[in-house]
């Protein structure tokens, strides 16, 4: 989720992550901070609004909040924050967010190394983005930032190179996915309303995630 907003020739997208659960830190908060804004400038994608083409920029804050109470969460009306638990052990042992266009998730330790492309992932979620229907990739190159672990891609592109394709290790090794141009286009910010040059992406989903641990 977030506010995208129009300054002369460019549309920034601008996005703040707050982190919280007993795997959260500072360090690991900045590193998704840094792998969202990184990953999703990458591309230099564009949008054409009010006859104009525009760059869009991503900008991403971030802050480390251990003693975030759940009413802070719950209660948010602030379009600019996210909300994260990043905990070692999760239901279904991976990382989520909670629907598409939200503001709110669960990120599973393991699967936030550095390049793992998992938050740059989660974060296509809650802007609105959708796994892609086919997910067999084959024969078209680099895989985008919303295709799903499992996914069929060149041997290049998986765990294991040399296994064959959705064999075990035969699937897509997720630190090869890359935000492309097509995947900001689905943004479609072109159809958002504005006013006062300001949109908001996204909606609120206003969860607070308990420890998982605690629940079994």
Same mark, same amino acid.
Request: hydrophobic content about 35%; aromatic content about 10%.
């Given at each position: 989720?977030?506010?995208?907003e129009?300054?002369?020739?460019?549309? @920034?997208?601008?996005?703040?992550?707050?982190?919280?659960?007993?795997?959260?830190? #500072?360090?690991? #908060?900045?590193?998704?901070?840094?792998?969202?804004?990184?990953?999703?400038?990458?591309?230099?994608?564009?949008?054409?609004?009010?006859?104009?083409?525009?760059?869009? @920029?991503?900008?991403? #804050?971030?802050?480390?909040?251990?003693?975030?109470?759940?009413?802070?969460?719950?209660?948010?009306?602030?379009?600019l924050?996210?909300?994260?638990? +990043?905990?070692?052990y999760?239901?279904?042992?991976?990382?989520?967010?909670?629907?598409?266009?939200?503001?709110?998730?669960?990120?599973?330790?393991?699967?936030?190394?550095?390049?793992?492309?998992?938050?740059?992932?989660?974060?296509?979620?809650?802007?609105?983005?959708?796994?892609?229907?086919?997910?067999?990739?084959?024969?078209?190159?680099?895989?985008?930032?919303?295709?799903?672990?499992? #996914?069929?891609?060149?041997?290049?592109? @998986?765990?294991?190179?040399?296994?064959?394709?959705?064999?075990?290790?035969?699937?897509?090794?997720?630190?090869?996915?890359r935000?492309r141009?097509?995947d900001?286009?689905?943004?479609?910010?072109?159809?958002?309303?504005?006013?006062?040059?300001?949109?908001? +992406?996204?909606?609120?989903?206003?969860?607070?995630?308990p420890?998982? @641990?605690t629940?079994?």
């Amino acid at each position: 989720m977030g506010i995208i907003e129009c300054n002369n020739n460019t549309v @920034q997208i601008l996005s703040h992550i707050i982190t919280y659960g007993n795997a959260a830190d #500072t360090a690991l #908060t900045e590193q998704i901070r840094e792998e969202i804004e990184t990953m999703w400038n990458e591309p230099q994608g564009t949008v054409w609004l009010e006859g104009t083409e525009r760059r869009v @920029q991503f900008r991403i #804050t971030a802050a480390y909040a251990p003693e975030i109470a759940p009413e802070e969460i719950l209660g948010n009306d602030n379009p600019l924050n996210n909300y994260f638990r +990043i905990e070692e052990y999760a239901h279904g042992n991976i990382s989520f967010v909670d629907g598409l266009g939200c503001n709110t998730g669960y990120f599973k330790l393991e699967n936030l190394y550095k390049g793992s492309t998992t938050a740059a992932h989660e974060y296509g979620h809650t802007l609105g983005l959708e796994h892609p229907v086919d997910l067999d990739f084959r024969g078209k190159g680099v895989p985008g930032i919303m295709y799903p672990r499992g #996914t069929l891609v060149d041997s290049i592109y @998986q765990y294991e190179p040399d296994q064959p394709a959705g064999a075990k290790g035969g699937t897509l090794f997720p630190i090869y996915r890359r935000v492309r141009k097509e995947d900001i286009a689905l943004l479609k910010i072109e159809r958002h309303s504005f006013k006062n040059n300001q949109a908001i +992406i996204g909606d609120f989903s206003s969860i607070w995630h308990p420890d998982h @641990q605690t629940l079994l």
